[in-house]
């Protein structure tokens, strides 16, 4: 079953005043462009965010951070900082590792400093922690802390980190000499090399998707309430991934489980950045239990760039073998991969290097490997932290890119060098050379659709007439991407031995009305809203009739959270079946009101709602809320039967859900600034079956900026020193409304044949598919001088030098 | 220093430090948690308030700068229960996501209509370029205000033609000189 439209509504002149042109009308139950649930906090500001919560008695925390990207502690002198009027407690590495608190546990099975004790390891690690009456004097009393550091030399350049006498960074891990942290490879080496020896074509290039970090609008915080009475503690903070969190806390503080309840509150915004547990949540922590009062810690936005999770930082180097004719045999990658001083990524265990094993791609492809050596620099730990589901995006960008080069060396046209090696439909399901089982997909139908939406061909003539008669230069990019989200299964995917499948609780009220508990968390992607949805469908309820609870570990049932595109797959699955429990309770329940047998049952559901009737005699029906009431009431009921309609579930995916989609970005180049102006971006998706349309195209225009940022702006470079250059908003250039055109999206449906309702999920697509298409638009404009490749991100003076002839590192300053 | 600033139309008096940021003022002091902070530098626009009915980034103006103007918030939006247009635009058109750069996207959406009430996609994407939003791509937050410039024009459309009848001139649809 696959469906076609498009919304071309981007474009459309808003010229009426009519609510409907929104599309964003209400249905009653069900799926489509419902009104958002949340919205009404929101635009009155009633939003509840970490930084809104106040309680009696709190105290406010500061960090203190390195200055140096490397150097010794020497000595750490708090006496002033303590003695300050205001100050309440000043914790340091020392206090922390008399509470065997100063390490702690990273998502990637090493170990982070929570507060320095031996040495910095990057330039805004964390070294001290001031508790004070108010934000102010906290941050006062920082100036007063006396840190006396010997400096080393750092390593900040990834590609000498695994030069021999490199200083060692990580001298706390006992028998370390060097840098290196792993390598892991997937494919078949011996087949790609054989395939490559023989092959006609080849090509080579070298690339960096640079280090760049998520700067979601709220940066990250913690209220920690430790109750000295009770033992319990309360941490309010911004996670993506609450119940990861508290059993993290109860495993690295020794607390009872049962005694530690983390509350999410409204995320502004997390993007995979709001994964991992921040040294500052520690802190906060601590600051609780040592003064008994509640702790908040806010950091800035610099401490956010600096020291929160960073994503990317891979330096690849792809290569392909062709046939003459454009025919990809094999594809092979080296993967340089810079994971910081701690490995902090955010990833399933077997997955070192996340899902970059998916770099074969949209394309079928006879054989492939990859080898990814992971290496320590003295940067912030993360890795995978924005929006790029385990580092999809970076593998799709790798054959994006050089899905381009080889066009660029056959002198192919991009578009149909593509079509001529994307997966047809037949073959799927698709298993890759690397292993992975693509569930669905029509790629060359989102293809085609893209190319006639962008007019490719009118566009082509348009840049042939400019090459020939001069003026700013036109570029047509495209990308092609395949994702693969939803994680787990479980007995392949857990984070720290936590396996990832979600639970999913519904309760039925007496009087019709629900309320879903599930462990994802939002941070703006609607689940009040779209799980009520799923719910309102398979009960036919409205709805509104459907509160949805999450973002609190005391509340809801257990599960790994929301990233990696995994709600909808994961979760969103979890809710229907829980549905789906509750409608077949539902059934037995009206049996017994009916005098029927449940085997005769059928389930319908009309304007007026859900019933269950006896087949054939739709007369003899009971709503979905009278069967309700009924389960709750003195009917008796058949023995077995244990009334009320509520359920749980928990729901371990059979398999990743696999969206797709083909991008087509045109940009116009100066060529004397080498400025570069998106005119145009055509988007075409497809993430199965749509829940709510509109939240789906928002999620999309959301990442089609993204890309634009990364592929044009967002620079996060350091110096020789590890200065980092890119920690304030001056620095680190987000996309603004200037930079983004009108999106231009459309849609291909191809329902996931596993998931309950055929959705597949779509955060991240739009930020995995985006910027191979900035990139390859720029560099199709710069084509007539001979530039191949330059490196992201395209500023106007990186394209200027790659224009020269001289494409720059974007990972190190200019010096 | 002691200050008496009126916000949202509701004076108030007391002593603050003169370092004391408006943002932290207005969040800490008066309980307004509507506006958000994002980034220090004047750059995110999280912050944005009017003052005396111009949109100032607050984490960058001093609580002491206001004594004696009219602030207002994104809790002064709504007036005896009646949503601003902008509001309703931006729940109409799914203008938002996270929710965190909504209140000063639609302050400064605000300011335009009360000077351009019927901006084009050009004027309100020039308009709100020193805002960043992380989530919507800023597709949805144009036809946004673009929505609530129509909501207005056809209410004042509608309440032109009420008034005429009264002989009541007064200009509809714009809250330029109403104040808080």
Request: charged share 20%; aromatic share 6%; hydrophobic share 40%.
């Amino acid at each position: 079953m696959t469906a076609e439209t498009t919304d071309t509504t981007a474009n459309a002149t808003d010229t009426t005043a009519t609510d409907t042109e929104t599309g964003a009308t209400a249905t009653p139950m069900g799926f489509g462009r419902m009104h958002r649930k949340e919205d009404a906090r929101f635009i009155r500001g009633r939003g509840n965010y970490v930084d809104d919560v106040r309680l009696p008695g709190m105290l406010h925390g500061a960090i203190l951070r390195s200055p140096h990207a490397h150097a010794r502690i020497l000595s750490v002198d708090a006496s002033a900082a303590e003695a300050h009027p205001g100050v309440k407690a000043v914790i340091t590495g020392e206090t922390l590792a008399g509470m065997d608190l100063a390490w702690m546990p990273t998502l990637s099975g090493d170990v982070q400093a929570v507060l320095a004790t031996d040495k910095v390891r990057f330039q805004g690690q964390e070294v001290a922690f001031v508790v004070a009456e108010d934000p102010y004097t906290a941050r006062d009393a920082l100036e007063l802390i006396e840190v006396d550091y010997e400096p080393l030399e750092p390593v900040i350049d990834a590609r000498r980190a695994l030069d021999e006498g490199a200083p060692v960074i990580r001298d706390d891990v006992e028998g370390r000499t060097g840098n290196h942290i792993f390598d892991w490879e997937a494919g078949d080496r011996e087949q790609t090399d054989a395939i490559f020896e023989r092959a006609e074509v080849t090509v080579a290039q070298d690339m960096l998707y640079p280090r760049v970090h998520p700067a979601p609008l709220e940066t990250c915080g913690a209220v920690a309430d430790f109750d000295r009475v009770t033992g319990k503690l309360t941490v309010w903070c911004p996670t993506q991934a609450p119940h990861a969190h508290r059993t993290l806390y109860a495993l690295v503080a020794g607390l009872p489980e049962h005694k530690i309840r983390v509350i999410s509150p409204d995320v502004g915004g997390g993007f995979g950045g709001k994964v991992g547990i921040y040294p500052g949540y520690v802190c906060a922590i601590v600051g609780s239990i040592a003064t008994g009062r509640p702790v908040k810690w806010m950091e800035d936005r610099s401490e956010n760039l600096m020291s929160t999770a960073f994503a990317r930082d891979y330096h690849m180097r792809g290569e392909i073998a062709a046939t003459r004719d454009g025919k990809v045999l094999a594809i092979r990658v080296k993967v340089l991969a810079d994971h910081g001083a701690f490995n902090g990524t955010a990833q399933p265990t077997k997955f070192p290097a996340g899902f970059f094993g998916v770099f074969t791609g949209s394309y079928d492809i006879r054989a492939a490997h990859c080898e990814v050596t992971g290496v320590h620099t003295n940067k912030a730990p993360g890795g995978v932290a924005y929006a790029c589901s385990f580092r999809i995006t970076e593998a799709v960008y790798l054959v994006e890119r050089m899905m381009d080069v080889l066009a660029c060396e056959l002198d192919a046209d991009p578009a149909e060098l593509r079509m001529k090696n994307l997966i047809r439909p037949e073959r799927f399901p698709y298993t890759s050379p690397t292993g992975w089982e693509y569930d669905s997909g029509d790629y060359p139908r989102a293809l085609r659709l893209a190319l006639d939406m962008v007019e490719y061909d009118k566009l082509r003539a348009e840049q042939a007439e400019r090459r020939r008669d001069g003026g700013p230069l036109l570029g047509i990019g495209i990308s092609f991407f395949t994702e693969a989200v939803g994680a787990g299964p479980r007995k392949h995917m857990d984070i720290l031995g936590l396996g990832m499948a979600d639970g999913a609780e519904l309760r039925v009220h007496p009087t019709g009305k629900a309320v879903l508990r599930v462990s994802c968390q939002s941070q703006g992607q609607g689940h009040e809203t779209t799980f009520a949805q799923i719910v309102a469908a398979e009960l036919g309820v409205s709805p509104d009739d459907v509160e949805v609870v999450h973002g609190d570990t005391d509340q809801t049932p257990f599960g790994l959270g929301t990233y990696g595109s995994r709600s909808t797959p994961v979760s969103g699955a979890a809710t229907a079946i829980v549905a789906r429990k509750v409608r077949e309770r539902a059934r037995l329940v009206a049996a017994a009101m009916l005098e029927a047998s449940p085997d005769d049952l059928e389930w319908s559901v009309s304007e007026a709602g859900g019933r269950w009737s006896v087949q054939g005699s739709a007369e003899h029906g009971r709503t979905i809320q009278e069967i309700a009431m009924a389960a709750h009431s003195n009917l008796e009921l058949p023995e077995g039967v244990e009334g009320h309609l509520d359920a749980v579930t928990v729901y371990n995916p059979p398999n990743l859900t696999y969206p797709f989609g083909a991008y087509v970005c045109v940009v116009d180049v100066d060529p004397g600034t080498g400025q570069v102006k998106v005119r145009r971006f055509v988007a075409v998706d497809d993430c199965g079956v749509r829940i709510n349309p509109m939240i789906v195209e928002g999620q999309i225009h959301g990442g089609l900026a993204d890309g634009i940022g990364m592929a044009l702006m967002q620079l996060m470079a350091f110096d020789e020193d590890g200065n980092h250059l890119g920690a304030s908003f001056m620095d680190y250039l987000l996309p603004t409304s200037m930079e983004c055109p009108s999106w231009e999206l459309g849609e291909t449906v191809t329902p996931s044949p596993h998931h309950p309702v055929g959705a597949k999920g779509v955060g991240e697509s739009a930020t995995v598919g985006s910027p191979a298409a900035v990139v390859n638009a720029v560099l199709d404009a710069l084509r007539p001088y001979g530039v191949r490749h330059a490196d992201m991100p395209l500023t106007p003076a990186n394209v200027w030098s790659a224009l020269q002839g001289t494409p720059i590192r974007t990972d190190l300053a200019v010096t | 220093m002691q200050i008496t600033v009126t916000v949202n139309g509701q004076p108030y008096t007391g002593d603050v430090e003169p370092r004391l940021l408006l943002v932290h003022f207005l969040r800490d002091g008066l309980g307004l948690t509507g506006t958000h902070w994002g980034c220090d530098t004047s750059n995110c626009g999280a912050c944005v308030v009017h003052v005396d009915g111009t949109p100032v980034k607050s984490c960058t103006a001093l609580a002491v700068m206001c004594d004696g103007h009219e602030v207002t918030t994104v809790e002064g939006l709504e007036r005896d229960g009646d949503l601003d247009a902008v509001q309703k635009g931006f729940a109409e058109c799914h203008g938002l996501q996270c929710g965190f750069c909504t209140p000063g996207m639609m302050l400064t959406a605000r300011w335009l209509l009360d000077r351009d009430p019927d901006p084009d996609e050009a004027r309100i994407r020039e308009a709100v370029s020193g805002q960043l939003c992380r989530c919507t791509g800023y597709e949805n937050i144009v036809r946004a205000v673009r929505w609530a410039a129509r909501h207005e024009a056809a209410r004042a459309g509608a309440g032109t033609e009420a008034r005429a009848g009264t002989g009541d001139g007064a200009a509809g649809g714009t809250r330029e000189g109403t104040g808080p």
